[in-house]
C-alpha cells in the first residue's frame, strides 16, 4: 500500500517574521492531528527554511533520534557536549538526544539555507546522547540508525534512472529535489509516500532528482 502525501498538504509552521518557515508533515508543535502522529518510528520529516541569521536558539531533546540532511547552504550546529559542526549538502548528521542534550542550529552563512530534519523514536529510551556527522555520504549506500531500528538511502538518480525500492515492512520516502514515478504517481519537491508491505516496486527519475528513503521493520 502506498500513501502520497503532497508538498502543499503539509502543515505551514515557522516564524516568517524571524527568518523562518517550517513545513511539516506529521502533527508538530501546535499542530496536532491524532491520524498523523507518526509512520513506523518516523515521528517528524521537517521541512525548514533559514534566512542568513536566522535559527533555532538553544532547546531541549530526549528520547528522539535527529537526522538532518541539508539541501542548500550551511547549517551550523551547536550542543551541549560544547560540538560546534557545520552541516552541508550531502552530509548526514545524527543527534542521538537519549536521556537529554541541549543544541542549537542556526544559519550562520551568508545564503538562504534549507534542510530536511527527521525524528525518529528509538526503541528502547534513554542511555547517553551521542552525535556523529558523515560527510559526502556516498549514494545508496545505506546509513543505519541502530536505535530505531531504521536505516537511510540517500539516492541521486539521472532522468529515467530507475532504482529497486527496499522490500520492507515499512519506507517512508521523501524527494528532496526532481520529480518522480513511484506506484503510477508522479511525486515532486516536498512530495512524500508511506508504502506498507510492498514488495517489487521500483522508483523512476522523471527529471534529474534526490530522494531520502527510510528502511524500518515494523509501520
Excluded: K
Excluded at 87 to 100: E, F, H, I, T
Excluded at 122 to 127: E, F
Aim: net charge negative; hydrophobic share 40%; aromatic share 8%.
Amino acid at each position: 500500500m502506498i500513501s502520497v502525501q503532497r508538498s502543499d498538504e503539509r502543515f505551514a509552521g515557522g516564524d516568517r517574521a524571524a527568518g523562518i518557515e517550517s513545513r511539516h508533515a506529521f502533527s508538530f508543535g501546535t499542530f496536532y492531528d491524532p491520524d498523523n502522529l507518526r509512520f513506523g518510528p518516523v515521528i517528524a520529516c521537517n521541512e525548514e527554511r533559514l534566512a542568513p541569521g536566522a535559527g533555532f536558539g538553544e532547546h531541549p531533546h530526549s528520547h528522539t533520534e535527529i537526522v538532518t540532511w541539508v539541501v542548500e547552504g550551511e547549517l551550523t550546529h551547536r550542543d551541549s557536549a560544547g560540538r560546534t559542526t557545520v552541516v552541508r549538502p550531502g552530509d548526514v548528521q545524527r543527534l542521538s538526544s537519549a536521556g537529554g542534550v541541549r543544541h542549537a542550529e542556526r544559519n550562520e552563512g551568508t545564503e538562504p539555507l534549507t534542510f530536511i530534519q527527521m525524528w525518529l523514536a528509538p526503541l528502547v529510551p534513554g542511555g547517553d546522547p551521542a552525535y556523529e556527522i558523515v560527510h559526502g555520504i556516498a549514494d545508496s549506500t545505506p546509513y543505519a540508525v541502530l536505535a530505531a531500528g531504521a536505516l537511510l538511502y540517500v539516492r541521486r538518480l539521472t532522468a529515467g534512472e530507475r532504482t529497486a525500492v527496499p522490500d520492507a515492512p515499512g519506507v517512508y520516502l521523501h524527494v528532496v529535489r526532481g520529480e518522480v514515478a513511484l506506484g503510477g504517481e508522479e511525486l515532486g519537491p516536498g512530495d512524500a509516500a508511506r508504502i506498507t508491505r510492498a514488495e517489487g516496486l521500483d522508483l523512476t527519475a522523471v527529471t534529474p532528482a534526490e530522494v531520502l528513503m527510510w528502511d524500518f521493520n515494523s509501520a
